[in-house]
């Protein structure tokens, strides 16, 4: 981690620290327990979500089926809750994981450009959840309903979910930067072809990138539909938008290779905290996507705008080509 | 990285000539394939081949097609495909219907217009400068999604002008209108990509960017017309919509996003850019509308339909990525 990281971190911190204050100012909800609580639930979702876009994004690939693999997930947890919470959470996210290799297997193979194949997969996928579930909510029958209580237990401001939040961030940030496949993640994103000529598998990392941003996904997915007790076939669409709005934000770049998960989980929370503010300020639902959608615009046309001043300097610092 | 993957393709120099033969190829191939389907359908499906169903399919596919027509100029121009086209549509119609309850139907009609091309030059330009269509139009789509609800005051914006209400109910030759200025956009946008400066510079710059770049073309400006394009297409169906229905609410067309995408992939125009004719997409759209129409009329519940329609993209996808032998 060099000083110029940490630097673009503090700035991030600092961003997010200015939306904090702004709506701690009017809402008594940021400083009390039970508030604080509620925020740290509320990020689960694209919290974990947005771990495994950001390790697709730092892979120089893209996955944007994420969303449907979370209605999936959610999906199976349910139907297969009667073997236990426990087993039903593992097991869903699990048959997610294998569909998220099998994914990252047919771009590797094929050499296809992930976006437009997670855009295929994104709407198979929603079928196959409508078709899974009969076009109905699946509920978990209320005579055991009881049993999901344990996800809803708190323990000062954690709650279970919130804990599986953190620890995913610790175990990815871990894997990213400590281990071998994770630093190979990082190669076939920054620089593909210089990893190539070095003998690095573009295989390897490629599924397991995929398979991990599937598996988080349907994770996500099967903690809060067991914590909900239903899954809806048509939930979290809208969810990529957030996950990569947190990326983007948190200082992964888009080409791949370079960012931190440290970096995600304050975009994170930059966002849940805007989000969650505008909600409780009473404004109306739709102004919540649209405070994201302009978020995102605003990261994107800063980005373009860095692009553009370093091109420039690039070419004033070569007089010959201007001469 | 990923968006770059295709560029070093050679330069596409080889005889106009062996291109258009493989257009035509396309072409004919894929009306090979509807006229089988269509065959087999009719047989298992008696009513699928009434004349009532053909208007049916013609008019969906035409509401349909004239997006994916318009988004073919993005794919071309190698920007892949919008996903704020549905979102887009929504915020155009309420825009129409407002401006034509208070201005008019000609007024309205000109400040809708007014209103597209602008959203398409702001995702035009976005998009020049950062590079990604797919997570720009994304932002864009949610921020589009958002004015309609803003301007509609989130309800049911109702219009009352015989003009609108001719324009989408109307029948000239015994055909709906949709249907015309579906065939007349396929031609006309055919026409601009094969025969006009501008067209030939959004191919060059979809084949290889580096070279359009070189030679001194203006990527910026390429990209916003295909965005102009792009929106102002989406803004024909949109008043069509509205005009048919007399109504207009911000959540329109929510979905469609994928409809007009798999118009285009299943078209087979080439994702990496500078392959490829409007006609594809307008083919491609009356594919799925024939599929989707079959699927309907036995009874398959909406979730097979999705994983079916989401099948055929994936496998689509796959065979034109093959056939291009760039598989490892």
């Excluded at chain 1, 990529?240 to 290779?257: D, H, K, M, P, Q």
């Excluded at chain 1, 503010?277 to 994107?300: K, S």
């Excluded at chain 2, 995702?123 to 997570?135: C, D, E, L, R, S």
């Excluded at chain 2, 390429?222 to 207009?248: D, E, K």
Aim: aromatic share 8%.
């Amino acid at each position: 981690m060099t000083n110029k990281e940490n630097l673009a971190i503090g700035a991030r911190f600092a961003l997010m620290v200015i939306v904090y204050a702004i709506f701690a100012a009017q809402l008594q909800s940021y400083y009390t327990v039970a508030g604080v609580s509620a925020l740290l639930t509320s990020a689960v979702l694209t919290g974990l979500i947005c771990v495994g876009v950001a390790i697709t994004m730092i892979a120089g690939e893209m996955d944007l089926s994420v969303g449907s693999m979370a209605a999936l997930s959610g999906i199976f947890s349910v139907i297969f809750f009667p073997l236990g919470l426990i087993p039903a959470i593992v097991l869903a996210t699990l048959i997610c994981t294998l569909l998220g290799a099998i994914q990252g297997w047919c771009i590797h193979r094929l050499n296809i450009n992930s976006v437009v194949f997670t855009i295929g997969t994104l709407i198979g996928i929603r079928g196959l959840c409508l078709f899974i579930s009969g076009e109905r909510t699946a509920l978990i029958p209320f005579d055991r309903i009881a049993e999901t209580d344990v996800l809803v237990a708190k323990l000062w401001i954690l709650t279970p979910l919130s804990i599986c939040l953190i620890v995913t961030f610790i175990v990815a940030e871990w894997f990213m930067s400590r281990t071998l496949w994770g630093r190979e993640i990082y190669a076939i994103g920054g620089a593909r072809d210089e990893a190539r000529a070095a003998g690095v598998s573009l295989k390897r990392p490629t599924m397991i990138a995929f398979s991990i941003s599937a598996g988080l996904a349907g994770l996500a997915g099967a903690l809060l539909s067991l914590r909900a007790g239903s899954a809806s076939p048509l939930s979290y669409e809208t969810v990529v938008l957030e996950a990569i709005t947190a990326c983007l934000l948190g200082g992964i770049l888009l080409s791949g290779g370079r960012g931190r998960l440290l970096g995600v989980a304050v975009g994170l929370f930059t966002i849940r905290l805007l989000v969650s503010g505008i909600a409780a300020l009473g404004a109306p639902f739709w102004m919540q996507n649209l405070a994201v959608g302009a978020l995102l615009i605003i990261v994107i046309a800063s980005e373009a705008i860095a692009k553009i001043m370093v091109r420039r300097r690039e070419l004033m610092s070569t007089p010959d080509l201007i001469r | 990285m990923f968006l770059t993957k295709n560029d070093h393709q050679p330069i596409a120099n080889e005889a106009s000539q062996a291109a258009k033969q493989r257009h035509l190829r396309n072409a004919v191939l894929g009306l090979c394939v509807m006229t089988a389907f269509a065959t087999i359908a009719g047989f298992s499906n008696p009513t699928f081949t009434t004349v009532d169903n053909l208007f049916v399919v013609i008019r969906a596919a035409s509401m349909t097609g004239i997006v994916a027509i318009a988004m073919s100029f993005l794919t071309i121009s190698g920007n892949l495909f919008a996903l704020s086209a549905s979102s887009l549509g929504a915020l155009i119609a309420v825009v129409f219907a407002v401006t034509t309850s208070s201005f008019g139907f000609p007024i309205g009609l000109a400040l809708t217009f007014g209103v597209a091309v602008l959203c398409g030059l702001a995702q035009g330009i976005t998009v020049a400068g950062f590079g990604n269509p797919i997570i720009a139009t994304l932002a864009f789509g949610t921020v589009f999604r958002g004015f309609a609800a803003y301007l509609s005051g989130n309800s049911i914006v109702r219009i009352d002008s015989p003009a609108a209400l001719w324009l989408g109910t109307a029948r000239p030759f015994g055909v709906p209108t949709q249907s015309w200025i579906f065939m007349l956009c396929a031609l006309v946008c055919w026409a601009i990509i094969r025969h006009t400066k501008l067209g030939r510079q959004t191919i060059l710059c979809g084949s290889n960017p580096h070279a359009a770049r070189a030679s001194g073309l203006n990527l910026a400006f390429v990209t916003s017309s295909a965005f102009v394009f792009m929106s102002v297409g989406t803004a024909i169906m949109a008043i069509l919509n509205v005009a048919q229905f007399s109504q207009a609410k911000a959540d329109l067309f929510w979905g469609y996003d994928f409809d007009y995408i798999a118009a285009v992939l299943v078209g087979g125009i080439a994702l990496s850019g500078g392959k490829g004719s409007p006609m594809q997409a307008a083919l491609g759209a009356i594919l799925i509308a024939l599929l989707q129409n079959y699927m309907l009329l036995n009874g398959f519940s909406s979730g097979l339909r999705m994983t079916i329609v989401g099948a055929l993209v994936v496998a689509a996808i796959s065979v034109f990525h093959i056939m291009q032998g760039k598989v490892r």
